[in-house]
Nanobody, 119 residues
Framework: VQLAESGGGLVQSGRSLRLSCAASGSTYMITDMGWYRQAPGKERELVATVHIGGSTRYADSMKDRFAISKDNAKNILYLQMNNLEPEDTAVYYC??????????????WGQGTLVTVSS
């Protein structure tokens, strides 16, 4: 499975941005997809995930402003980010959990896309 993010850039505080992540390869093996982010000098943190069955999970601090969705036909994951704040500045990574065997999983990551929010 390969993941390619797009949609990052420079945006003013209070504006919106939508990130996309195109999955290719053995996408039928994906059980979960999600977004993580890493701000300068900080550890990577969860933003949101979506299970193949449709259930979603969000970081508490972002669930009111961010929305994760997936186009299953196109194998594209989205992250709609609204009312962005300078604290949202980070590299955003797409993640896929890939089932390789009955009990085996691996994590795949995209290269990341930079989001910069100016005040």
């Amino acid at each position: 499975v390969q993941l390619a993010e797009s949609g990052g850039g420079l945006v003013q505080s209070g504006r919106s941005l939508r990130l996309s992540c195109a999955a290719s390869g053995s996408t039928y093996m994906i059980t979960d997809m999600g977004w993580y982010r890493q701000a300068p000098g900080k550890e990577r943190e969860l933003v949101a995930t979506v299970h193949i069955g449709g259930s979603t999970r969000y970081a508490d601090s972002m669930k009111d402003r961010f929305a994760i969705s997936k186009d299953n036909a196109k194998n594209i994951l989205y992250l709609q980010m609204n009312n962005l704040e300078p604290e949202d500045t980070a590299v955003y990574y797409c993640n896929a959990r890939v089932q390789t065997s009955i009990e085996g999983y691996i994590e795949e990551w995209g290269q990341g896309t930079l989001v910069t929010v100016s005040s």
